[in-house]
């Protein structure tokens, strides 16, 4: 199985700059799709951001131009560049990864999760 472990997640000002890392070990062939969600207290988990494998991007609306994703394939590791962070960013954030076996079958795997707190 894949095992993902975050870390530079804390607390910042409105307005400043963190940046999340996840590094993959485990069964890593196969790894398909690398990225952040994150859940506020009485919120549903959602898609932050997500890289596939072949360079895709997908972000949710609200960090789009603030957040940057991006991936190193030989570190097998995914990064969250976070700037201009609001209020509303304020959140556990967890890491994930899919992996895509030789039947198709998709299976996912999820971090610990690391908290960023954006005070105003």
């Known amino acids: 199985q894949v095992h993902l472990v975050e870390s530079g997640g804390g607390v910042v000002e409105v307005g400043g700059s963190l940046r999340l890392s996840c590094a993959a070990s485990?069964?890593?062939?196969?790894?398909?799709?690398m990225g952040w969600y994150r859940q506020a207290p009485g919120k549903q988990r959602e898609l932050v951001a997500t890289?596939?494998?072949?360079?895709?991007?997908n972000y949710l609306d609200s960090v789009k131009g603030r957040f940057t994703i991006s991936r190193d394939n030989a570190k097998n590791t995914v990064y969250l560049q976070m700037n201009s962070l609001k209020p509303e960013d304020t959140a556990v954030y967890y890491c994930?990864?899919?992996?895509?076996?030789?039947?198709?079958?998709?299976?996912?795997?999820w971090g610990q999760g690391t908290q960023v707190t954006v005070s105003s």
């Open positions: 485990g069964i890593i062939f196969g790894i398909s799709i």
């Open positions: 994930y990864a899919a992996r895509i076996l030789a039947s198709l079958q998709k299976i996912d795997a």
């Open positions: 890289v596939s494998s072949g360079g895709t991007l």
